[in-house]
């Protein structure tokens, strides 16, 4: 099982004290994430934790297509391709809170379908026009894998037809698993391609803690913030929900913020959703939870994890206990 995990770049120290974590612990990949607002810019600090490491693949995880014209993210990614010395991999999603802190609007399943399909055609040293412009860059030398990150059933299925690979946030339990690899194989097949030539990250939350109550009071806020837009406010029966929490998260969902707090903690602690959330869309609790959980994950069909820790109780703490202590043990 290959194991990552992404953050939000508070501050240069974190960034630094998490790049020595990842390489230390012989984690997969480190990813950070575009969030404006929230944290520092992705591309300056991604740069950061590529002269910080020799080892993981270096990911933004992820941008958009709106907040940057995506010939600029292409440049960028080409960019920290050659600084990495060729670890790079470049996510791209609909935009959550990269770029409603901006107050602009996500990209639809057929738009990060064209988008993504510019970018890699870009970074195969092609032109390509994208909203009628052309773009050319003729200097760049290696692709950089294109990821697409999807939460949505037609947004997997894009994924499925035009990405190097796919983050997808729909949950670790075995239906949920299905469920994501399911939707992304349907797009494969329909442009002739296998599933097994994809690799699929599967995203959930993190924190691994020695003190499990601790982990409990932090892990809510980031719940509230993911389950917002992985659960969406479509069709939530179709998404596997189980009926009594149809209602409680749609009432979260009106509710949470896209800079997640101790607020959102407790709501999601009022609504009765913590155990349903935290058993989908999350890893948490001292280290041999976190085993029993990784473990579940893996007989359930789960090949790659990627964990966000950017609200863990300690998300160097949290990289380094899991490091230790569980993912020696979910890759033997």
């Not at 200097?139 to 894998?145: C, L």
């Not at 729909?170 to 442009?191: I, Q």
């Not at 009071?217 to 389950?227: D, E, Y």
């Not at 994950?297 to 703490?317: E, N, Q």
Request: hydrophobic share 45%; proline share 4%.
């Amino acid at each position: 099982m290959q194991v990552g995990f992404f953050y939000w770049p508070f501050n240069v120290d974190l960034t630094r004290r998490l790049a020595a974590a990842a390489e230390k612990y012989g984690y997969d990949m480190i990813g950070v994430a575009d969030t404006p607002g929230n944290a520092m810019d992705p591309w300056v600090t991604a740069t950061l934790v590529a002269e910080q490491t020799r080892h993981p693949k270096v990911s933004i995880c992820v941008t958009n297509l709106t907040s940057r014209h995506p010939s600029t993210t292409a440049a960028a990614i080409a960019s920290l391709d050659l600084v990495s010395g060729g670890r790079a991999i470049l996510g791209i999603g609909a935009g959550n809170s990269g770029t409603k802190n901006l107050g602009l609007g996500g990209s639809k399943a057929e738009q990060l379908k064209e988008g993504v399909t510019f970018i890699r055609t870009l970074l195969q040293g092609k032109a390509a026009t994208y909203d009628g412009a052309t773009a050319h860059m003729p200097w760049v030398k290696r692709a950089a894998p294109v990821y697409q990150a999807a939460s949505l059933p037609r947004s997997l299925e894009a994924a499925g037809e035009v990405a190097d690979g796919v983050f997808a946030n729909y949950g670790l339990d075995a239906a949920s698993l299905a469920g994501s690899v399911g939707h992304v194989a349907r797009g494969a097949a329909r442009v002739g391609r296998s599933v097994d030539a994809l690799d699929i990250w599967q995203i959930a939350c993190l924190d691994c803690h020695e003190d499990r109550t601790v982990a409990r009071n932090k892990i809510g806020a980031i719940l509230a913030f993911v389950s917002g837009y992985v659960l969406g406010g479509g069709d939530l029966a179709a998404r596997g929900v189980p009926a009594q929490f149809i209602e409680p998260l749609r009432e979260l969902r009106r509710r949470y913020s896209t800079r997640p707090g101790d607020a959102d903690a407790r709501m999601v602690d009022a609504l009765g959703l913590f155990d349903y959330l935290a058993g989908r869309l999350s890893i948490w609790g001292h280290p041999d939870d976190c085993l029993r959980q990784s473990l579940a994950a893996k007989a359930a069909g789960a090949k790659r994890l990627m964990f966000t820790v950017s609200l863990a109780a300690d998300p160097v703490r949290t990289v380094e206990f899991f490091g230790e202590h569980v993912l020696p043990k979910i890759r033997g």
